[in-house]
């Protein structure tokens, strides 16, 4: 257990939809990061959040967008969603938002839209 | 631009033998971070090892140990003594010290055949 959770496991929704999607990062990890994962793409990186505010923006497409509430856990929002933004989702969480260690994994959130 | 490229889509190992995952990847920096993380079917990423570019000796965690070629921009993964739960996918994933965020190759399948 990586002490990140990210709910929920499973989603399927239909296009056009809007969901959420949230993080919980690993206690005292201040940084948290969003992941894509498809089968085209690999993992893309999307967006980091640190303590709060946005440290670094990845391929993030304009209909997706992110936030890290004071409680420092994350939410990430899809909208207008379409065929293609099926994919696992994950949320990463470090210490700092430069540090050199490794980024802690939750088991992702498998999104299918229909 | 960082890019991190993984050339074997699939691999495949009779247990207890080795194998060798490539890596390679392309930057400007100096100072960085490389890592190899293990993807199970479970889909939790889990990190397997990690090797500071400013160190010369290569990094080894029991079964797991890396050859680091810093000047041919080469980190492979060797798999000693393969084992029936090594078979997942292997992401071979870059940092600079001046970011959080990780790049990661596309993967490399690996199945231990009993």
């Known amino acids: 257990d990586s002490g990140v959770t990210q709910t929920p496991k499973h989603l399927i929704t239909a296009t056009g939809q809007r969901v959420t999607l949230r993080c919980s990062p690993r206690s005292g990890d201040l940084s948290v990061y969003w992941y894509q994962q498809s089968l085209d793409q690999g993992l893309q990186f999307l967006i980091q959040y640190y303590n709060g505010e946005e440290r670094a923006k990845g391929n993030i497409l304009e209909r997706f967008s992110a936030q890290q509430f004071p409680d420092l856990h994350s939410e990430l929002n899809l909208s207008s969603l379409e065929l293609g933004d099926s994919a696992l989702y994950f949320c990463a969480s470090s210490v700092g938002g430069l540090d050199t260690g490794e980024l802690f994994f939750g088991e992702g959130s498998r999104l299918t839209v229909l | 631009a960082q890019t991190v490229t993984q050339s074997q889509p699939e691999m495949s190992v009779q247990e207890a033998e080795t194998v060798t995952l490539s890596c390679t990847y392309d930057t400007s920096e100096n100072n960085y971070y490389l890592f190899w993380y293990k993807q199970p079917p479970s889909r939790q990423m889990i990190l397997v090892i990690r090797?500071?570019?400013?160190?010369?000796q290569n990094a080894t965690e029991n079964r797991f140990s890396v050859n680091f070629q810093k000047a041919a921009k080469s980190f492979s993964l060797k798999i000693s003594d393969s084992q029936l739960g090594d078979t997942a996918m292997y992401f071979c994933?870059?940092?600079?010290?001046?970011?959080?965020?990780?790049?990661f190759g596309q993967g490399t399948t690996l199945q231990v055949k009993p």
């Open positions: 090797q500071e570019a400013y160190k010369q």
């Open positions: 994933a870059f940092k600079t010290s001046n970011t959080g965020k990780l790049i």
